[in-house]
């Protein structure tokens, strides 16, 4: 079992900045892949970003350039730099860890107004 818990949401303008932090606690030495999920209203959970456990990563295009996945071993965190915000970047945050099967966090909000 993995637990998942995300910190980091909040309302900023456009163009400004928020790092969304992910801490995993349980059964870590199983996990392999992890990442964050967005959901916005009335849409479908889409994939933002996944980092591999031998650290390769995978972006979203509409993200790319804008978001930065990172990890911490040491701390079992997985970080989410997101920089030059947009409105269509509001949702709900989920970060997700692999095992053999997908654990989920209970997801942070993050909106952009314009």
């Known amino acids: 079992q993995v637990h998942l818990v995300e910190s980091g949401g909040g309302l900023v303008r456009t163009g400004r900045s928020l790092r969304l932090s992910c801490v995993a606690s349980g059964s870590i030495f199983r996990i392999g892949d992890m990442g964050w999920y967005r959901q916005a209203p009335g849409k479908q959970r889409e994939m933002v970003a996944t980092?591999?456990?031998?650290?390769?990563?995978n972006y979203a295009d509409s993200v790319k350039g804008r978001f930065t996945i990172s990890k911490n071993n040491t701390k079992n965190t997985v970080h989410l730099q997101m920089n030059s915000l947009k409105p269509e970047d509001t949702a709900v945050y989920y970060c997700?860890?692999?095992?053999?099967?997908?654990?989920w966090g209970q997801g942070t909000q993050v909106t952009v107004s314009s």
């Open positions: 980092i591999t456990r031998g650290g390769s990563t």
């Open positions: 997700h860890a692999d095992t053999s099967r997908r654990f």
